[in-house]
């Protein structure tokens, strides 16, 4: 389920697939409300490892990683965020418990879509196309004795050994529980610095258009390497604190930079 581009506290989000989706950011914890179903039609539960993003498919399977602390675990994309773009992702209750995460502040974060296990439970949904398969017969078979070609003894013959053949959905990945196990994994932890940043582009000219927007921020250029080709990404940052953070997201925005987000770098 992905659903049409859509408009939250003045901004718009436009939902893609994203299987290899790897971010950086602040999280939230969702708040108790009225039984509910998710936006892909699950029931909305507190107390499962789950969370809601703005913009990934629907259902996804991610690694979700408290930088702060270094405690991880996997957890089920299901639903969608509350639209505020100062947040990466809302989870639940029960997730926030096993991270160790405050209920009522935000937390740095890094989330990571595993694409095998998102396919997987993209697969399982009632409805998805399937790759119509059909597996070999595993029925009995016949064997004619033949007679050995010319100057070859009866006794030079060999047997071969039988093949067994193994139908293709033995090989398919099988789809993830939708209340995923609470396993926690730990891991260094890694707060990082906090930064705002706005847009990478191929050409050095727009991105010093972009960084005179936010001048006054401190805006500066980075160039980075993607894949083969360079880039320049326009960054505001390190920022002392949360605080000041959102309001240089805010400025950002109200420049006329979409894109921008609070990433932890």
């Known amino acids: 389920m992905l659903g049409k581009p859509y408009q939250a506290q003045h901004h718009w989000y436009y939902p893609d697939e994203a299987f290899d989706l790897d971010e950086t950011g602040l999280a939230s914890v969702l708040k108790d409300g009225p039984a509910r179903l998710t936006s892909d039609g699950e029931v909305f539960d507190q107390t499962a490892l789950a969370a809601a993003h703005p913009t990934i498919q629907l259902p996804a399977i991610a690694r979700l990683t408290n930088l702060e602390n270094g405690r991880e675990v996997t957890i089920r994309l299901n639903d969608r965020g509350s639209g505020d773009p100062h947040r990466l992702v809302e989870i639940t209750r029960r997730t926030a418990q096993l991270l160790e995460m405050p209920m009522n502040g935000l937390t740095r974060v890094r989330l990571r879509v595993l694409p095998t296990e998102s396919h997987a439970a993209v697969d399982a949904l009632p409805g998805a196309p399937r790759l119509a398969l059909t597996a070999a017969p595993r029925g009995g078979f016949e064997v004619a004795e033949l007679a050995p070609p010319p100057g070859v003894r009866q006794s030079d013959r060999q047997a071969l050994p039988a093949t ?3 139908a293709a959905a033995e090989f398919q990945t099988p789809a993830p529980p939708l209340r995923l196990p609470e ?5 260094a932890a890694r707060p990082g610095r906090l930064m705002v940043r706005l847009d990478s582009f191929d050409e050095y000219h727009y991105a010093a258009v ?3 927007k936010m001048a006054a921020a ?4 980075v160039s980075v390497l993607d894949g083969r080709t360079r880039r320049f990404r326009v960054d505001v940052g390190p920022l002392p604190d949360i605080g000041r953070a959102d309001a240089v997201l805010d400025q950002a925005l109200a420049s006329g930079i ?3 987000r609070i990433v932890v770098d």
Do not use: C, N
């Open 183 to 187: 396993t926690v994994g730990q891991t």
């Open 164 to 166: 067994q053949v193994v």
């Open 218 to 221: 401190g805006a500066r250029i």
């Open 258 to 260: 979409p894109d921008a």
């Open 210 to 212: 972009q960084r005179a």
